[in-house]
């Protein structure tokens, strides 16, 4: 920002008020920038990335939600040594 001074007021009181006016608003940009760093680099940034990318691949729970009750049947089978329980597994839609 360039400033013409020609075009400056040539009252003293003028001039203070510009410069504290002036200094109010750089000192809420630095504000703005103080918590703009603290927002995109403090510790919070990366648990809300990590947040993100926790979704991005909670495909496997997501589908096992939509996944429909399974239906478990034991059947019997005689082998010559011992006996053996086999499990039918049916997926009812």
């Known amino acids: 920002m ?14 203070k008020s510009l410069v504290i006016e002036m200094n109010k608003t750089i000192g809420f940009l630095q504000e703005e920038l103080r918590l703009a760093r603290n927002w995109r680099y403090g510790r919070t940034a990366d648990a809300v990335e ?3 990318q926790a979704r991005l691949f909670n495909e496997a729970e997501d589908g096992a939600a939509e996944v429909a009750e399974t239906e478990v049947a034991e059947q019997t089978v ?3 040594a011992h006996e053996r329980t086999i499990l039918d597994l049916h997926i009812v839609a």
């Open 78 to 80: 005689t082998v010559a």
């Open 50 to 52: 990590d947040q993100k």
């Open 2 to 15: 360039t400033v013409d001074v020609q075009k400056l007021p040539r009252d003293v009181e003028q001039l």
